[in-house]
């Protein structure tokens, strides 16, 4: 068409055929200058698409890729569930009313064992065959504990432990008419006790499952192969497929129906199918890229959301980098994305993630105390009726659309001493009051053990005066005075006790030559030092008084006492016979008198001389 238009507009018709169509020499070289000036103007075309290109990339891979690490951390370990979302409320065929009623009672108690009940191996057969005269109706059964454990770093795959429960002969393809079922208890069935779930490094095993291994002899129906058939089938933990007595049978039966009650009673909702074009604007909204997608998944999740409306109520709560606008389009709908320059791109989370150890900051090893976060809880209005109209976009351009309606206190402390952060078990205890930690004191002390060229009595002081500095923090030359008199109250009277008083005037004659303390600070310490001295000494004094006192008690009590007689009566300690009783009667209230008077007398000997 080009080439038509070219010739009609200078007037050659037969020139334009000849370009077009001709076979000479000076025509042939017209049509190579036509191809190269075609080439030409490509090569500018396509240099200007790769740009454009590039803005595109520029402006939405990184929050692109941001999205799609999301959606994969959110696959593997998801922070919530779609369903649970109101706008979200159709991906949950559940009923929840039953959640009301308390089921607390109905709970059952850890049983000592576990009981498989097997009622049959059922195995669909063909046409029986001639050699099936001396057929089986059962077959070997075979239970294995299969525990698989933790990798170590150095193993290529997991350790898998395979326990033997036991071996039970099972009834193959029985009859199941209702007139012809057995008992249940006629049902061979095997018992794992509980202990074997629970062993003692119970932390290396990961997850537990039955194996089940079926078994036919060859030799009871012999098949065109003639090999032994076997069935291996596992059950895993979670997984309901065996029988452990009859109150699980009709609890099974009983959920069965209210699936298949459940199942007639919701209506079928079906699905919109909506053809949805993404319009991506960049560059200040003045260039644009439109992508047509025949079904409602989010084109950065991939999450099905199954309505138009939830698909741009997602986009819009869970994709804020991006502005959505909703467009009405007679074939469907048309989205329009542009960047949000107003997104706030801060970290929100749990500011003591990121100083922590690298691998130790979202690990699950237990519970932790995290920090305190403080949320303004907002009063929002009534929920009104879903809309797509809310999607449209608004002409005055409102900023509170995209304002956050949750703020609060998340901010991280430090240690003002040693500017290390602040830990979430740390936040209840005030640490500024803490200056002089235990591990602090212990390394002053032996750092002034350390010195060689000072005294005992000069190290001693040192050691008070620096805990007694760290303590209070005395950080400047004017707070040495009072720091000087609170020492001499507080350590007043170890140090007269330990004869430190001229170790410590040679410590305040130090300060002095520094220019730390004048004199009338020296002879205000050294007086209220004089007068602890003089109150240890008066108390001292008054302790020996009266230790002298009670000395001199104890020796007027003892010289007061009658002297006992040297030469006492033999006759007083004889031994009364049968015949001399009524005499011993007799006289029993006068030696009870004297053995008083002497036990009293032994008694103030013995404590005079302690």
């Known amino acids: 068409m080009a080439p038509h238009k070219h010739g009609s507009s200078a007037g050659n018709h037969t020139g334009t055929g000849s370009v077009a169509f001709g076979t000479g020499g000076k025509n042939n070289g017209g049509f190579y200058q036509s191809s190269a000036a075609v080439a030409a103007a490509k090569k500018p075309n396509m240099q200007l698409i790769q740009a454009d290109h590039e803005l595109f990339l520029q402006a939405f891979e990184k929050p692109t890729q941001i999205y799609r690490f999301l959606r994969t951390r959110n696959l593997i370990a998801p922070i919530f569930l779609h369903r649970t979302l109101t706008y979200m409320s159709h991906r949950n065929s559940r009923n929840n009313a039953k959640r009301k009623i308390p089921v607390i009672f109905s709970f059952h108690s850890l049983s000592s064992h576990l009981q498989l009940t097997f009622t049959g191996f059922f195995h669909k057969v063909g046409k029986p065959s001639q050699n099936c005269e001396n057929e089986q109706n059962s077959v070997s059964?075979?239970?294995?504990?299969?525990?698989?454990?933790?990798?170590?770093?150095?193993?290529?795959?997991?350790?898998?432990?395979?326990?033997?429960?036991?071996?039970?002969?099972?009834?193959?393809?029985?009859?199941t008419s209702p007139g012809?079922?057995?008992?249940?208890?006629?049902?061979?069935?095997?018992?794992?006790?509980?202990?074997?779930?629970?062993?003692?490094?119970?932390?290396?095993?990961?997850?537990?499952?039955?194996?089940?291994?079926?078994?036919?002899?060859?030799?009871?129906?012999?098949?065109?192969?003639?090999?032994?058939?076997?069935?291996?089938?596992?059950?895993?933990?979670?997984?309901?497929?065996?029988?452990?007595g009859e109150q699980e049978r009709q609890s099974a039966e009983s959920i069965s129906s209210d699936v298949q009650t459940r199942r007639e009673h919701v209506p079928f909702e079906p699905r919109q199918k909506l053809r949805i074009f993404y319009q991506f604007q960049y560059n200040n909204n003045t260039r644009q890229?439109?992508?047509?997608?025949?079904?409602?998944?989010?084109?950065?999740?991939?999450?099905n959301c199954r309505k138009l409306y939830s698909l741009l109520k997602h986009l819009k709560l869970s994709h804020s980098r991006f502005i959505f606008n909703y467009v009405p389009h007679p074939k469907g709908a048309k989205i329009e994305v542009s960047i949000n320059e107003c997104y706030d791109g801060s970290y929100v989370g749990n500011p003591q993630d990121i100083h922590s150890q690298p691998g130790f900051a979202f690990s699950r090893n237990g519970p932790v105390k995290r920090t305190a976060v403080t949320h303004v809880l907002v009063c929002r209005p009534k929920r009104t009726k879903p809309s797509l109209s809310e999607f449209l976009e608004s002409e005055d351009g409102d900023p509170e659309q995209q304002r956050t309606y949750i703020s609060g206190h998340n901010r991280l402390y430090f240690h003002s001493d040693s500017c290390v952060p602040l830990r979430p078990q740390e936040m209840e205890m005030d640490s500024e009051d803490e200056r002089d930690p235990y591990w602090l004191?212990?390394?002053?002390?032996?750092?002034?053990?350390?010195?060689?060229?000072?005294?005992?009595?000069?190290?001693?002081?040192?050691?008070?005066?620096?805990?007694?500095?760290?303590?209070?923090?005395?950080?400047?030359?004017?707070?040495?005075?009072?720091?000087?008199?609170?020492?001499?109250?507080?350590?007043?009277?170890?140090?007269?006790?330990?004869?430190?008083?001229?170790?410590?005037?040679?410590h305040l004659i130090s300060m002095h030559d520094f220019n730390l303390v004048n004199t009338p600070t020296i002879d205000q310490a050294m007086a209220r030092l004089r007068l602890v001295q003089s109150h240890m000494q008066a108390a001292q004094r008054a302790g020996d008084e009266e230790e002298e006192e009670e000395e001199e008690d104890w020796e007027t009590a003892v010289e007061s006492q009658p002297e006992p007689d040297p030469d006492p009566d033999p006759c007083e300690y004889n031994v009364c016979s049968e015949d001399m009783s009524s005499g011993c009667l007799e006289n029993g209230g006068q030696h009870k008198e004297q053995s008083d008077g002497s036990v009293k007398t032994d008694r103030l000997c013995k404590k005079q001389k302690l």
């Open 141 to 175: 059964l075979e239970v294995l504990l299969v525990k698989v454990c933790h990798k170590k770093r150095k193993d290529v795959s997991c350790p898998v432990k395979q326990v033997p429960t036991g071996k039970k002969q099972v009834p193959l393809n029985p009859d």
């Open 180 to 244: 012809s079922q057995a008992k249940l208890g006629s049902f061979p069935s095997l018992l794992v006790p509980s202990s074997e779930f629970e062993p003692s490094n119970s932390h290396m095993v990961k997850s537990y499952s039955l194996l089940f291994r079926v078994s036919r002899p060859s030799g009871s129906c012999t098949s065109s192969s003639g090999h032994t058939r076997t069935q291996i089938n596992g059950l895993t933990n979670g997984e309901t497929h065996y029988n452990r």
């Open 289 to 303: 890229q439109t992508e047509a997608r025949d079904d409602l998944h989010c084109p950065w999740c991939t999450l």
């Open 441 to 506: 004191k212990e390394k002053t002390v032996m750092q002034i053990e350390e010195f060689t060229d000072v005294n005992e009595g000069e190290k001693e002081i040192m050691k008070l005066w620096n805990l007694h500095v760290m303590k209070h923090g005395f950080i400047a030359d004017n707070q040495m005075h009072q720091a000087c008199l609170l020492f001499v109250e507080h350590h007043g009277t170890h140090i007269v006790q330990h004869n430190l008083c001229r170790n410590f005037l040679l």
